[in-house]
């Protein structure tokens, strides 16, 4: 098992910088992935950014430019620098934890979320 804390979400305004900070707990030794997805309501949750243990990293379309992600290994931490926010960027935030390939074996963790709502 994996536990997942997030902290960091909040309101911000337009064209400012939020930073997302996601700590894992439990049995994170493995080879693994740490990522941000996001969930409007009604909606499907999307990645947003994903980093590996090895610190390859991949983003979503719509954030690269604007988004960093980062991780401390020592810590089992990841961290999601956001700038340039857009109000359409408003979202709970989730925090997500797997077996990076090709140790991956279908189960996924979860944060509780956290919410992120740009102001225009």
């Known amino acids: 098992q994996v536990q997942l804390v997030e902290s960091g979400g909040g309101l911000v305004e337009a064209g400012g910088p939020l930073r997302l900070s996601c700590t894992a707990s439990?049995?994170?030794?493995?080879?693994?992935?740490m990522g941000w997805f996001r969930q409007l309501p009604g909606k499907q949750r999307e990645l947003v950014a994903r980093i590996t243990s090895g610190s390859t990293t991949n983003y979503a379309d719509s954030v690269k430019g604007r988004f960093t992600i980062s991780r401390d290994n020592a810590k089992h931490t990841v961290y999601l620098q956001m700038n340039s926010l857009k109000p359409e960027d408003t979202a709970v935030y989730y925090c997500?934890?797997?077996?990076?390939?090709?140790?991956?074996?279908?189960?996924?963790?979860w944060g509780k979320g956290t919410l992120v709502t740009v102001s225009p």
């Open positions: 997500n934890w797997r077996r990076k390939e090709p140790y991956y074996d279908g189960m996924d963790y």
């Open positions: 439990g049995r994170t030794f493995s080879p693994n992935a």
